[in-house]
């Protein structure tokens, strides 16, 4: 169900003007399990980052938390991250719309180093909203639009600070 | 700290965006991390490509 979610955002981006986006199913990267962070990088996916503005993440909740293979990849790189935005959508069966996920994962994505947009995007009852080829049926209550303008706008502000604003220039 | 770096793709001098502090990995950075309880990571950004990359603060420099 979250590969469903994770295609209605790709088609409202794809709508963006000068926004080129691509799907990462973290289940089909090639990263290690008997390691952690760093030493288990994939260069793919690290150039993927680092070529990248900015990530949004779809993150199924269970028991309230993130998948551990979803911390398990973002673990895997750093500075690829750092001062760039981020914005995170909740899937759930239930009524919340993967809200609890989307809080537990705010610290994390914080400590690598993203920025995060103050929108989120929740898909609840996720599985009344797909039909059973995983066409989009209910979108009611989905702020898409919203949360992409945000992210946008964020993406396009951190590249400047990143790429012209010094560090501590200031001091 | 390392406060300049050149792109390793494109060769542009690289925009110094971030200071991070980062876990020790080796016996001598968790002997420099007593400062500040970690090992400074000094991130940089192209202004031409936008590529990223960092360094890590030596033991040595000075704080």
Not at chain 1, 8 to 30: F, K, M, Q
Not at chain 1, 47 to 70: F, K, S
Request: with cysteine; charged share 25%; aromatic share 6%.
């Amino acid at each position: 169900m979250s590969e469903h979610a994770a295609s209605v955002v790709v088609s409202h981006l794809a709508d963006r003007v000068g926004v080129e986006t691509r799907l990462i199913d973290v289940a089909a990267l090639p990263i290690r399990t008997d390691d952690a962070g760093e030493s288990a990088k994939d260069p793919e996916f690290s150039d993927a980052m680092n070529r990248a503005d900015a990530l949004v993440v779809v993150a199924p909740e269970y028991n309230r938390g993130y998948p551990g293979l979803l911390k398990h990849v973002l673990d895997t790189n750093l500075h690829e991250y750092i001062h760039k935005a981020v914005g995170v959508v909740g899937v759930s069966s239930g009524i919340f719309g993967g809200a609890r996920v989307i809080e537990n994962l705010l610290p994390v994505l914080r400590e690598l180093g993203f920025v995060t947009v103050f929108w989120d995007v929740n898909f609840n009852n996720v599985r009344t909203r797909f039909d059973e080829t995983g066409v989009l049926v209910d979108d009611s209550f989905l702020a898409v639009d919203k949360f992409l303008d945000e992210l946008i706008w964020m993406a396009e502000t951190l590249r400047h600070g990143r790429e012209n604003v010094v560090i501590g220039g200031a001091a | 700290m390392t406060e300049t770096m050149r792109c390793p793709r494109c060769g542009a001098e690289m925009n110094h965006q971030a200071n991070k502090l980062v876990e020790p990995l080796t016996a001598q950075e968790v002997e420099a991390s007593a400062v500040l309880g970690g090992i400074l990571l000094a991130v940089f950004a192209c202004p031409q490509c936008g590529y990223v990359a960092s360094t890590r603060d030596e033991p040595d420099d000075d704080r």
